[in-house]
C-alpha cells in the first residue's frame, strides 16, 4: 500500500491518500478543508478518487469533501452515524460550519464494518471521545487515528461531544492491539504504536502502566 499525506489549512490537517502498490484508484482519509487542492494534487499525478472515509466530523477533516466531488460528482463518502450532525450547520471556535449531514450522499459506517476501498480492506474501529463518532480505520499495518492518538498526545476533549472516559478507553482499546502498526494521526507526524505504548504519558495511562 502506497500512502501520501498532505497538510491542510490553518490547524495543519494530516490528508492520506492511500493505494494499492502502482495503482490510480486511491482512498482519501479526512480531506481538510482543502479539496480542490487535494483534487488538483491527484489529478496531476494521475490518480482518481474511489471513497472519502471521515475519522470524524469536525470542520478541518471534512470541509474539502465539495472540491473533491466538484472533480468527482459521485464520490462516496463514509461517515460514522454519532458524527453526522444535525441540521445544516454547527459551532466552533465562535463560527459556523457545515456539518457532514449537509453535503448528501454519506454513507455510515461502524464498528466492525470492512470497506474496500480500490482493493484495499479497510475495517473500522470505533474510538470515541474526540466525538461521539470518532473512528480508527485500519488497513493492513497502518492505523488512521484521526484525533484520538497522536504521536506523544490524544485528542482534545473540550469540545461539544468529547468525552475524556471514553476517549481513554478508546486509548486502551488501541494500545490492546496484538502486534504493531504504523500510526497516521489527524494532526502533527506520525508514529508506531509500539512507540506510543512505550513514550506516550496519554496511553500508558490509559492502559494503566
Known sequence: MEISVLRLGQIGTNCYIFRQDGGCRCGIVDPGDQGEQV??????KGLEGSAVL???GHFDHILGIPGLREEWPDLPVY???AD????????????RFPIVRSF????????????????????????PGHTPGS??????NVLFTGDTLFAGSMG?????????GEIMRSLRRLGELEGD????????????LERERQTNYCLRAAMGR
Open 104 to 127: 448528501g450522499n454519506i454513507t455510515p459506517y461502524q464498528e466492525g464494518d470492512v470497506v474496500n476501498v480500490a482493493g484495499i480492506a479497510v475495517e473500522v474501529l470505533e474510538t
Open 156 to 164: 482534545r476533549t473540550d469540545f461539544p461531544g468529547g468525552d475524556e
Open 39 to 44: 483534487a488538483r494534487w491527484m489529478v496531476d
Open 84 to 95: 453526522l450532525g444535525e441540521g445544516d450547520t454547527t459551532s466552533l471556535f465562535g463560527q
Open 54 to 56: 471521515l475519522t470524524h
Open 79 to 81: 461517515c460514522h452515524p
Open 181 to 192: 502498526y504504523q500510526v497516521l494521526p489527524g494532526h502533527e507526524g506520525r508514529s508506531t
Open 135 to 140: 473512528v480508527t480505520l485500519r488497513a493492513e
